[in-house]
């Protein structure tokens, strides 16, 4: 060891977990150096742009349901890889690394709990679980969550994240697109509310099938949303698209959604949706 390894090592007042790795956040947008404390005590938006980070779903459910208490639903059993899918990768090892990296089974993870004493079921996608791709697993998940909110007499809200359809599950994934299409008529004729929260970035067919179609549509500032890429719109009408063109602003200002909310504010404006569409029984 030389004598600046053993300097460096007898300092009592810097200790090494306290790195610039562990102590800063770059963000995303902006390129600010944050403390990392800081942003995580802001729900991870930037203080200095308002740039939205993605979050997973623990953070999420910590940050929506009253004491940061609530049950997980047991992920569904499903059958893997069915078309045997191999590009540079097999498909399988691929979900060895996604659960490897987010201890998650697939890229929807349903709870219950109570937002402000009411009951609820949650769904979160997570984007960093392959892209949070909707597959079969996806599918059978947000088929769990739906009957789940129909079992409890509440509503459902979901959180979308998705670059769109599993391309490794093929036309099986495009099946779930009228699958949890049908599994919402379940929960409208239970008479039960379906909140989604459209998150950066919801795209593909995500969005083309129960990503819009809430009862009350809300996205986060600046969520990306959309179906195909802009790029691609762009030459195949071969005209330049506006500024913003599928951000949340810019689709609330043409009425594709209802409400931007921040993420400060959205456990109270879920509460009083929630509180508005599923009003408690007067007793007799």
């Given amino acids: 060891m030389s004598w600046l390894s053993r300097v460096r090592s007898g300092i009592p007042f810097l200790p090494k977990r306290q790195t610039a790795d562990n102590l800063w956040h770059k963000c ?17 938006v930037c203080p200095r742009c308002d740039y939205h980070d993605r979050i997973g779903p623990k953070l999420r459910f910590e ?26 990768k097999r498909y399988t090892d691929r979900l060895k690394a996604a659960r490897a990296a987010t201890d998650e089974r697939d890229a929807l993870v349903n709870a219950r709990g109570k937002i402000d004493g009411r009951k609820v ?25 739906v009957r789940a909110a129909i ?21 099986l994934s495009l099946m779930q697109m009228p699958r949890t299409t049908v599994a919402l008529a379940e929960l409208r004729e239970a008479g039960l509310p379906y909140i989604v929260v459209l998150t950066d970035p919801t795209t593909g067919g995500v969005t083309a099938s129960y990503a819009m179609l809430g009862d009350v549509q809300i996205a986060e500032p600046g969520a ?37 909310v921040p993420r400060h504010d959205l456990r109270e ?15 007799a």
């Fill in 28 to 44: 995303g947008k902006c390129g600010s150096m944050v403390f990392l404390k800081e942003w995580e005590d802001n729900l991870r």
């Fill in 63 to 88: 940050q929506l349901f009253d004491r940061g208490k609530y049950e997980m639903l047991p992920a569904p059993e499903v059958r893997e890889d069915p078309l045997r899918f191999k590009d540079s």
């Fill in 269 to 283: 404006r879920l509460s009083q949706l929630v509180g508005y569409l599923t009003p408690e029984k007067r007793a």
């Fill in 224 to 260: 990306l949303i959309g179906f195909a890429g802009q790029r691609v719109i762009e030459q195949t009408i071969r005209e330049k698209l506006p500024e913003g063109f599928q951000r949340a602003e810019y689709l609330l200002a043409h009425g594709m959604i209802d409400m931007v």
């Fill in 151 to 171: 079992a409890d007499k509440c509503p459902y809200i979901l959180f979308t994240a998705a670059g769109g359809a599993r391309m490794q599950e093929g036309i």
């Fill in 121 to 145: 079921v949650v769904g979160v996608q997570d984007f960093a679980f392959m892209a949070g791709s909707m597959g079969i697993a996806v599918g059978a998940a947000f088929l769990a969550g």
